[in-house]
């Protein structure tokens, strides 16, 4: 046993004697590694797996000529190239030397050290470049801090580069000759940078040259807030249209001519500027775009020439000069550094003093840029000069502000009308403060149609302003354009004004007078007196209105608005609400209102008294209108000769939600009551998916047609009277393109019943009538229906294509639409005189007449009367004429008389084409003699007709059906006017008979 645990001693002791070796193998091992590592990495196999990752990476084609690295010499790469898989990207290199700190390695980063790029150069053809592909959704590009990124980076020399790029319309710039060297150092320390480089080509090119250090702070990092500096930039005549490739390549919707020169040094200290010199020279300078939104900037000339300098709490602006063609800018002086708005240059307690002036030509101003200055569509301006000064100053420890203005010879033209000023508009401002309080001490601002002055402090500015609305409206009146209607009066206000930190409030009273609006027709309306109170509060904040209190009193009654709030925009947090109340409202005074604006008929009388409160709540554009209390009391509508339609209370409930933006409403109850029309349950919704709109609505109630038609009257054709009481029930919807404007009836399905007891027209007396109509896609049909007229029968059914241009209400098929009915004289001067002249300006009428329709197109749009077609066979009866003019004057010819007679009109077929209504022969019968017509007769009542006489050439009387056994009867033409027609029967029957005598013997 003790022999056995000496074996295990000797053997442990061998084991302990060999670790050392091993490691010191390891070591030397390791140490190998690391000393023949360049070798690898300068090895052919190491190059091109480098370049078979950059290009598998990058999808291009990557090549290196020669990869040499040295633990002393560092790493150096020769005849680099790459090129972009499309082509439109290349880039080569002749060498790159980088010398890393290797100390920075053993301590787990990556340092640089000194890098020399030599001789790069770049080539971009965005001819070929493909179309970026769409980010997915939701992606977002992330990446490292800034600082992160630049603690790999040391000092960076470029040798010798050039860029060359060409863009998408082959205009191509080449930057050479550029020689750059960075100093880039992590934040605390200062980083140095020196380029230059020459834009153009090479007769032409410019140069520029740029140098500077920035220092940002540790715990700031690469930000400009406590940046302290100084940077150096100078720009030799360079062309700039040259650099359009430059901004296609960045993306920049910008092009630009011209040539510009520019030597620029600024210096920071802490983020803040400490000093400024700049000296920019441009010729021919053209810059437009869609960076520019529209805008063009032009001038032949440009001059800048800026010294600023900081010293303490003030900016020193020992120069400042600006000149173009259409501007002159100079300004001298010095103001506080801590100003950021009027009120706090107003109240800054360092003393200060700034003098400068503007000399501006509106026309080139405003032509080249009306976005920027929000020139409305169709606004030029072709004349006017701006020219001002301002003067800053302090006296007896107030800050001074005076500043004036005038604009002379403002003219120009707004969708083709003219505008001008007859006097300069000037205005003349004082403001003044302290440390304590900002004050207003004078502002003036008058012109040919207005003056305003005020003063106060901010907190309390009184104004009073005047306006002459005939002048306003003579020489401005584009910008407040109200049509055709002209208007004179006085307008005049006072009040005072709360100028705040985002807030502007104001209250006060303005007073019209002597309004007069006058049409193009000459109709007119006037106003005496009217007097509006207000108080209103403006949050700049919250973008919001808020309506203490609004009053408006004239002749027409009262309306106000009480603790109402109004967003002012989308943005806007604050829901809309306001309340709306009408008082003693007379509807005499405002008929003239509705007279010119809404073209009411000028005979039309309104009478009553209204009272009303109306809500309107709301938010993000959605809003609801409400009324529980709309009344007129003693309501009377009437027109000269017809009875008038009077109520002694008129009640209505409306609430309705609506957002005007996405073109959406919902009448939810809307109810009508009066003793005569009642509007029990209403219903109307409109809502938008897409590129459609979606109406639909229900109305039921309860009228008395006498009512409607005694209220409807300026409107119903002249002699329609109705009676009966009906309910009224109205169901419809349509879903339609939003854009078609005929989409609503187009798409229409709906159902009506209406119905009345009677009704009488120019000599049609309807007996009791219901109809019922259905719309089904936009196909309208009236149910076949019959009814009494005048002791007969009247039938019709019809139909209507909403889907045509110019819908047509139509016979569904052939028909009797009049049986047995009597005629009567009120019937002639509407109907009857259009199917024979023989009708017009008879004293009396009586028979039977029927009338079978084969078709019948009626337009259902006004002016196009002369679309109604009818085709037919009508034919009378027991016809008993009284002093027919036509008649009497041919039976007069032969010593016969009229009276008595009865009258047979033969079956007839007749049409209506193109506004003339057309026949070959309607027989009459006079008794036993035939009378035929046969031609032409127009809507416009002209006449072109041949009126064939019961008589022979041979003398002979035809006599009813024996017509032929008299021989060839005599036709005489017909023409002038249904009122005064043209026959001159006694000399053509004398040269007949003559003819007749002649043909005897």
């Known amino acids: 046993m003790a022999t056995q645990g000496g074996k295990q001693e000797v053997a442990r002791r061998k084991r302990s004697r060999r670790w050392p070796w091993v490691l010191l193998g390891i070591l030397l091992i390791l140490v190998l590694l690391v000393a023949l590592a360049p070798v690898y990495l300068s090895s052919d196999g190491f190059r091109r797996m480098i370049q078979a990752k950059i290009s598998e990476s990058t999808g291009g084609t990557a090549d290196i000529g020669d990869l040499s690295v040295g633990w002393r010499k560092g790493v150096r790469i020769s005849d680099f190239s790459f090129r972009e898989q499309n082509g439109w990207a290349a880039v080569s290199i002749d060498g790159i030397d980088v010398q890393p700190h290797l100390a920075s390695l053993l301590g787990g980063t990556v340092s640089l050290g000194k890098t020399v790029i030599d001789r790069p150069a770049v080539e971009i053809d965005l001819r070929k470049r493909p179309a970026p592909a769409p980010a997915p959704a939701g992606s977002s590009e992330t990446s490292a801090p800034p600082t992160a990124g630049l603690a790999m980076l040391g000092d960076i020399t470029i040798n010798d580069a050039s860029i060359h790029v060409t863009d998408t319309a082959g205009k191509a710039v080449r930057i050479a000759q550029l020689n750059s060297t960075l100093n880039l150092r992590l934040p605390g320390q200062p980083s140095r940078f020196e380029a230059k480089m020459a834009v153009g ?73 400490e000093t400024l010199r700049a000296a920019v020279a441009g010729q021919n300078v053209d810059i437009t775009g869609a960076l520019l939104k529209g805008d063009r900037v032009q001038t032949s000339k440009l001059a800048v020439d800026a010294r600023l300098m900081r010293d303490g709490q003030t900016v020193k602006v020992e120069q400042l000069d600006a000149h173009t063609d259409w501007a002159n800018v ?18 800054s307690d360092a003393s200060y003093n700034l003098k400068g ?35 800053t100053t302090t006296e007896g420890g107030r800050a001074i502000v005076l500043a004036q203005t005038k604009i002379t010879g ?29 004050r207003l001490d004078a502002m003036d601002l008058s012109a040919a149609f207005a003056q305003v002055t005020a003063k106060g402090d901010f907190n309390d500015i009184t104004y009073d302003g005047r306006v002459d609305l005939a002048k306003f409206q003579s020489e401005l009146g584009q910008f407040a354009d ?23 409030g104001a209250t006060g009273t303005a007073s019209l007078r002597q309004l007069v609006l006058t049409g193009a027709d000459g109709n007119s309306v006037s106003e005496p007196a009217a007097d509006v109170a207000f108080a209103f509060d403006l949050d700049q904040a919250k973008q919001a209105l808020a309506v203490t209190r609004l009053d408006a009193q004239g002749s027409f009654g009262a309306i106000a608005v009480k603790e109402a709030s109004i967003p002012l925009d989308k943005t806007s947090s604050v829901p809309m609400n306001a309340s709306v109340s009408a008082r003693n409202v007379d509807l005499q005074k405002i008929t003239p209102y509705a007279v010119l604006f809404a073209s009411l008929p000028q005979n039309l009388s309104l009478q009553g008294l209204a009272e009303s409160t109306l809500t309107v709540t709301g938010q993000e554009g959605a809003y609801r209108i409400r009324t529980e209390n709309t009344r007129i009391q003693n309501f009377v509508l009437s027109t000269p000769g017809k009875k008038p339609f009077a109520e002694k209370q008129v009640t209505a409930v409306f609430d309705a939600l609506m957002n005007p933006e996405a073109k959406t409403f919902d009448v939810e109850t809307f109810t009508l009551n009066s003793g005569q029309i009642k509007i029990d349950f209403g219903q109307i919704k409109q809502a938008r998916q897409g590129d459609r709109i979606q109406v639909q609505g229900t109305v039921q109630g309860e009228c008395d047609w006498a009512a409607v038609g005694q209220l409807a009257s300026p409107f119903l054709p002249e002699g329609l009277e109705m009676s009966g009481r009906r309910q009224v029930a109205l169901n419809f919807a349509s879903n339609y393109p939003a854009n078609d404007p005929n989409g609503l009836l187009a798409n229409l399905d709906g159902s009506a019943k209406v119905g009345f007891d009677s009704a009488s027209y120019k000599g049609l007396n309807i007996g009791a009538t219901d109809v019922q109509v259905n719309v089904e896609k936009g196909l ?94 009508i034919s009378a009866d027991n016809v008993l004429v009284e002093a027919s003019g036509l008649l009497d004057e041919i039976f007069k010819a032969t010593g016969q008389s009229l009276r008595g007679q009865r009258l047979t009109i033969r079956p007839t077929n007749l049409s209506l084409q193109n506004g003339i209504v057309r026949y070959d022969n309607m027989q009459i019968d006079v008794g036993d003699n035939p009378l035929s017509f046969g031609g032409a007769i127009g809507l416009d009542q002209s006449l072109d007709m041949t009126v064939t006489l019961p008589w022979t050439f041979k003398g002979r009387t035809a006599r009813v059906d024996k017509e032929g056994q008299a021989g060839q009867r005599i036709g005489v033409p017909l023409t002038g006017t249904i009122g005064s027609p043209k026959l001159d029967l006694k000399k053509f029957l004398q040269e007949q008979l003559f003819r007749g005598l002649g043909d005897l013997f």
């Open 330 to 347: 100079t300004a001298a002086g010095a103001v506080p550094l801590t100003a950021k708005s009027l009120t706090d240059l107003l109240k």
């Open 357 to 391: 002036n503007f000399d501006c030509n509106l026309p080139a101003l405003l032509s080249q840029m009306p976005a920027t200055f929000g020139l409305k569509e169709g606004m030029q301006i072709t004349g006017g000069q701006a020219r001002g000064d301002i003067k």
């Open 780 to 873: 309208m049909k009236i149910e076949p229906f019959s009814t009494t007229v005048n002791n007969g029968q009247l039938n019709f059914a019809g139909q209507a294509d909403f889907k045509e241009k110019d819908p047509m209400l139509r016979t569904a098929a052939p028909l009797v639409l009049a049986k047995g009915i009597e005629l009567n004289r009120e019937m002639t001067g509407t109907l009857l005189q259009y199917v024979n002249p023989l009708f017009a300006n008879v004293t009396g009428l009586s028979g039977i007449a029927n009338f079978e329709c084969q078709s019948l197109v009626i337009p259902l749009a006004a002016g196009l009367e002369r679309k109604a077609e009818v085709a037919g066979t």
């Open 482 to 504: 109200l049509g055709p209607y002209r208007m004179t009066g006085q307008v005049t206000s006072k009040g005072q004004v709360a100028i705040q930190e985002e807030r502007i």
């Open 201 to 273: 080509e090479a007769e032409d090119a410019a140069t520029v040259r740029a140098e500077g250090t920035v220092t940002p702070t540790k715990a700031g990092g690469w930000t400009f807030k406590g940046t302290t500096g100084d940077v150096v930039i100078e720009v030799n005549d360079l062309d700039l249209e040259s650099l359009a490739p430059i901004f296609e390549l960045a993306g920049v919707e910008l092009q630009a001519q011209g040539r510009l020169s520019a030597d620029i040094t600024t210096a920071v200290q802490d983020g803040e500027l």
């Open 410 to 438: 403002l003219a120009g033209t707004v969708d083709g009308k003219p505008l001008a000023l007859s006097e300069p508009v000037a205005a003349n401002l004082r403001l003044s403060a302290d440390d304590k309080t900002a």
